[in-house]
């Protein structure tokens, strides 16, 4: 861990604890506020408490910042001899994808070195935009490169999921196997998926945009595989390139929608309306202020928003309708939906409500019960697995088989 990502931990850690400090005086005062209506001439002794309670709860709150702070202070200048960045192992780089997700959006807004810049990653590290880069990354760098974009808290490591079991090897991919069958390149991209999924969007386009100018070979074709979150990021990024007529748009062959909200999770609706329930009454608001407090992205989840203008008008936590547009899709390139059910059969009725156990295969599919239909071609372009749940999407030889029959076609 470098000195900057400690003394942002430590402060982090500060700032946590003085939120908890300051949930649970939420919590005493609105209890006792009910406690103290209940009793007679009640004005003086509620006084005199608010004074007391709200000078120890500030006093808390001092003393776990000021200890953040002092700590941070002093782990940054504790001499790392070749830190390496938090991200550089493993269970850090998961460590910070969670962390992100939950609360990615308010670390870019402090400017917390904890937060996760969208990148190319290779063996643990980010890989600048820039030719001499690129090669050193990728010396068989080949004209058709595959994109990989994972979900919501998650990190490029997802796409290994599974593979000791399924292939013997831990290192087995869908883009290593890609790699070896018919020569693409993988591109495993790494974002904070706590911001919005539009401002992912666009980091998307931007970065395609100087891949494609500093590619050690002239690209040829474009194949994109996003996991949950990141099929909403694709469709992004992809609205976004040709709204401002980027190079790379135009390369794009095929996309993958492995397991993508495209109308929304029914998790996040729920713990959408149960925020907005909460908030209806003093007593519960300090619920109901933690539960809002996850990032944009999750709550961005709730009806498959990729747009600025899906949410730029409306507060998520007091507005509970769908303002989602109609955009598009990408109208050079072929669209393929793929989803899963628990049931082994993906036709039987408890695995259409339950989907994956977070998306549901209408939702994956794009398929509207009143009709505002997301225009993929389910009929010819769709592939649902039975008997799994959502991850099992991120590594799984059936699907491989999918992505490989439609490639070589």
């Known amino acids: 861990m470098q000195p900057q990502e400690a003394r942002a931990l430590s402060r982090l850690t500060g700032q946590v604890l003085a939120g908890t400090v300051s949930h649970v005086e939420q919590v005493h005062t609105a209890v006792a506020r009910r406690a103290f209506r209940m009793t007679p001439a009640h004005a003086p002794v509620q006084a005199v408490h608010d004074v007391i309670s709200g000078s120890v709860y500030a006093g808390m709150r001092i003393a776990v910042l000021a200890a953040g702070n002092a700590a941070g202070g002093v782990v940054g200048r504790v001499p790392r001899p070749a830190a390496q960045p938090v991200g550089s192992t493993r269970r850090a780089n998961v460590a910070l994808g969670a962390l992100n997700a939950a609360i990615g959006d308010r670390l870019v807004s402090e400017h917390s070195a904890l937060a996760i810049s969208m990148a190319l990653r290779v063996g643990g590290c980010d890989v600048p935009a820039q030719r001499q880069a690129l090669e050193a990354a990728f010396p068989e760098a080949s004209p058709k490169v595959a994109v990989f974009l994972h979900g919501l808290g998650e990190t490029e490591q997802a796409w290994s999921l599974r593979a000791e ?6 290192t087995v991919t869908y883009g290593s196997r890609l790699a070896a069958d018919i020569g693409f390149t993988p591109l495993y991209v790494r974002y904070n998926s706590g911001l919005h999924v539009s401002d992912n969007g666009r980091h998307l386009a931007g970065l395609l945009t100087e891949v494609t100018a500093a590619w050690p070979a002239p690209i040829e074709e474009i194949v994109v595989v996003a996991h949950s ?22 390369l794009v062959s095929d996309v993958f929608y492995l397991g993508s909200p495209h109308l929304g999770a029914p998790l996040e609706r729920f713990v959408g309306v149960v925020g907005w329930s909460l908030s209806r009454s003093g007593q519960t608001q300090p619920w109901a202020t933690l539960i809002n407090g996850r990032s944009a992205g999750i709550k961005d989840l709730r009806f498959g928003y990729i747009l600025d203008d899906d949410w730029r008008d409306c507060d998520p936590d007091a507005c509970l309708q769908d303002h989602r547009h109609d955009v598009p899709l990408l109208s050079t390139a072929n669209h393929y939906v793929i989803s899963a059910t628990v049931t082994a059969d993906p036709d039987h009725p408890f695995g259409q409500i339950v989907g994956d156990l977070l998306v549901q295969p209408a939702s994956a599919h794009g398929r509207h019960r009143r009709g505002r239909h997301v225009r993929f071609d389910v009929d010819n372009n769709s592939y649902r697995l039975g008997g ?19 490639l070589e076609q």
């Open 388 to 406: 799994s749940h959502h991850f099992d999407l991120l590594n799984h030889p059936a699907i491989y088989d999918v992505l490989l029959g439609r």
């Open 165 to 170: 079991e399924h292939y013997e090897d831990e």
């Open 229 to 250: 979150m990141g099929g909403l990021v694709a469709r992004s990024a992809c609205y976004y390139g040709a709204l401002s007529e980027q190079p790379w748009v135009q």
